[in-house]
T-cell receptor, first 116, second 111 residues
Framework: AQKVTQAQTEISVVEKEDVTLDCVYE???????LFWYKQPPSGELVFLIR??????QNEISGRYSWNFQKSTSSFNFTITASQVVDSAVYFC?????????????FGAGTQVVVTP | DAGVTQSPTHLIKTRGQQVTLRCSPK?????VSWYQQALGQGPQFIFQ???????QRGNFPDRFSGHQFPNYSSELNVNALLLGDSALYLC??????????FGSGTRLTVV
């Protein structure tokens, strides 16, 4: 079963618009970690954020912000005032405790296209 | 400080052949994981190595095997290549499961 769902395949915006990427996860563990990664055309996965299941505080880093809601099993990501350099594929990932600790389970990714 | 280094960056193999991909982890990291990313999909976990042993394995056939060396570097071997093995293979290193640093990957094309 898909543990991480990114329902949006592609989002196209014009520069300076805000864009929100949705991520819904599924786990029975009470201890887990959620991640967001950015994958530019070069292929390397660039780490953006790691959040543990006990910390629901929203986080802001520059133009990036994250909204973690355990009640809806969602960990959404917003880029404010998007720029062309934000064009990439963004992945949400889950790492569960217990036997699966250390294994990242990725969603299918959301392609973000920012045009000038 | 060098990040994760993977080699080669690209290679082309013929069906039935064998291939070895290499990964050098980030300095200070002792755990290496391998992922397969088919075109247009998210990375899929292949296996993880720690202390030179396979600690976890994803849903991949035995044709996929690996090794970790005392210096924490790792190899991924794929035998009897199939067309469906064409993908970007990513290596990630970590320490104590905290942060995962990915390399740029090896693009494998099987013809």
């Amino acid at each position: 079963a898909q543990k991480v769902t990114q329902a949006q395949t592609e989002i196209s915006v014009v520069e300076k618009e805000d864009v929100t990427l949705d991520c819904v996860y599924e786990t029975r563990d009470t201890t887990y970690y959620l991640f967001w990664y950015k994958q530019p055309p070069s292929g390397e996965l660039v780490f953006l954020i790691r959040r543990n299941s006990f910390d629901e505080q929203n986080e802001i880093s520059g133009r990036y912000s994250w909204n973690f809601q355990k009640s809806t099993s969602s960990f959404n990501f917003t880029i404010t005032a998007s720029q062309v350099v934000d064009s990439a594929v963004y992945f949400c990932a889950l790492s569960e405790a217990g036997d699966s600790w250390g294994k990242l389970q990725f969603g299918a990714g959301t392609q973000v296209v920012v045009t000038p | 400080d060098a990040g994760v280094t993977q080699s080669p960056t690209h290679l082309i193999k013929t069906r039935g052949q064998q291939v070895t991909l290499r990964c050098s982890p980030k300095s200070g990291h002792d755990t290496v994981s391998w992922y397969q990313q088919a075109l247009g999909q998210g990375p899929q976990f292949i296996f993880q190595y720690y202390e030179e042993e396979e600690r976890q394995r994803g849903n991949f056939p035995d044709r996929f095997s690996g090794h970790q060396f005392p210096n924490y570097s790792s190899e991924l071997n794929v035998n009897a290549l199939l067309l469906g093995d064409s993908a970007l293979y990513l290596c990630a290193s970590s320490s104590a499961g905290y942060g995962y640093t990915f390399g740029s990957g090896t693009r494998l094309t099987v013809v």
